[in-house]
């Protein structure tokens, strides 16, 4: 076990929802980052967020926002869902380091019908 | 950009037998490497990192890595595999930027009795 904990665990939505994935980071990390996986592919980076800020992002759009707070857990918000957003959503917390790894969550289920 | 690439989309081995998933890189400047495991439903394990030091790096579960610079490679190698290592395998190579994980497509690894 990672101490990553993500809620919920699977979800179905109606496109144009919008949804919020939350995140538990492990203790001690200050630093989650959230990858989105679809079916039969390698997770991509959605964004970064370090002291409670956005500082790296992916090619996602802005309706892909989110939160971190001061306990270091987070807040993957979705706006407008689209049947493509439809796949697991992983978070991943770490130290702000180049050379350490993250330690990701077992992930959210996203299904958009 | 960094980027990593998986060539095999699946590896079929006996358990028993030694194992290898392949793993190319190309970036600039110095390759920050990761490999992660994913068993069904789940998020990713880590199991090894290259940053520096030793070509040779040894890992979680008995898994270690070769990394080759003159063929900019990073493939996972296992002495004798089981039927519980059957699972998808990601490579992954730190951004430049330093924030996110660019990860391969993925090798899906059979291990049959």
């Known amino acids: 076990e990672t101490g990553v904990t993500q809620s919920p665990t699977h979800l179905i939505k109606t496109r144009g929802q919008q949804v919020t994935l939350r995140c538990s980071s492990q203790?001690?990390?200050?630093?989650v980052s959230w990858y989105q996986q679809a079916l039969g592919q390698g997770p991509q980076f959605i964004f970064q967020y370090y002291r409670e800020e956005e500082n790296g992002r992916g090619n996602f759009p802005p309706r892909f926002s989110g939160l971190q707070f001061p306990n270091y857990s987070s807040e993957l918000n979705v706006n407008a869902l689209e049947l493509d957003d439809s796949a697991l959503y992983l978070c991943a917390s770490s130290l702000r380091s180049m050379n350490t790894e993250a330690f990701f969550g077992q992930g959210t289920r996203l299904t958009v019908v | 950009a960094q980027s990593v690439a998986q060539p095999e989309d699946q590896v079929n081995v006996a358990e028993g037998n030694p194992l290898t998933v392949k793993c190319t890189y190309s970036?600039?400047?110095?390759?920050?490497l990761f490999w992660y495991v994913q068993y069904p439903n789940r998020g990713l394990q880590f199991l090894l990192k290259y940053i520096t030091g030793d070509n040779l790096v040894k890992g979680s579960y008995g898994f270690e890595a070769e990394f080759n610079k003159s063929q900019t490679s990073f493939h996972l190698k296992k002495p004798s595999a089981l039927v519980s290592d059957s699972a998808l395998y990601f490579c992954?190579?730190?951004?430049?930027?330093?924030?996110?994980?660019?990860f391969g497509k993925g090798t899906s690894l059979l291990v049959t009795p």
């Open positions: 203790s001690g990390h200050n630093t």
């Open positions: 992954a190579v730190r951004d430049e930027s330093g924030y996110a994980l660019n």
């Open positions: 970036v600039s400047g110095n390759p920050y």
